[in-house]
């Protein structure tokens, strides 16, 4: 069993208190709290409230960046890449489940630049994305539908899979992932 610094500690304990109240509601007294620790002890692990949003938000844009990467340079088809997407999308929300509410709602409380790099990781995900059913559509396996269309049907569905799986899902990741991508690219006729 790996062994997690205080630091590690600080962002995941950061990481459930901004899921259940959000990023503004939440003080480094809260976190500190939580912790059982003064606030001020913080501070010798982490300099601000900010720098744990940022590591929480761009650790999991950075995995759907390198995942992105492996599948572009994949010799597959496009339809086989929409499916490695949407399940490497799967595992990264489970393994990340708390970071994924603030990466969908408190990225835009983030410093200029840490906010700039985030949304330059998010728009290129999208247009990759978007390329790959384009180039899916233009070779017939997938029906001729408005790639945008196809594009928020699948990425809305999977923003929001931590809220679903937190209270109705937890399914096993393996069924999950069957199922899920099986309605995601054949719907449900």
């Known amino acids: 069993m790996k062994t997690i610094t205080r630091k590690e500690e600080i962002i995941e304990v950061a990481a459930l208190l ?3 109240k959000g990023y503004s509601a939440v003080s480094m007294r809260d976190i500190a709290a939580k912790l059982n620790m003064k606030a001020a002890s913080l501070y010798n692990h982490i300099h ?4 744990i949003l940022a590591v929480l938000i761009l650790e999991v844009a950075e995995a759907f ?10 010799e597959i088809s496009s339809l086989d890449k929409v499916v490695l997407l949407i399940e490497q999308h799967i595992e990264i929300t489970l393994k990340h489940a708390r970071a994924m509410a603030a990466l969908n709602n408190d990225w835009v409380h983030l410093r200029v630049d840490n906010r700039n790099e985030f949304v330059l990781k998010r728009d290129a995900y999208e247009m990759n994305f978007r390329k790959i059913i384009q180039k899916g559509i233009s070779k017939n ?4 539908l408005h790639p945008e269309l196809i594009l928020f049907s699948i990425l809305s569905t999977l923003r929001n ?25 054949n719907g449900i006729v």
């Open 65 to 74: 960046t390198q995942g992105m990467e492996t599948v572009q340079n994949s």
């Open 48 to 51: 601000s409230k900010e720098e």
């Open 141 to 144: 396996e997938f029906k001729p």
């Open 161 to 185: 899979l931590h809220l679903w799986h937190e209270k109705r899902g937890k399914l096993e990741v393996n069924v999950l992932k069957k199922e899920m991508t099986a309605v995601l690219i």
């Open 18 to 20: 901004f899921k259940e």
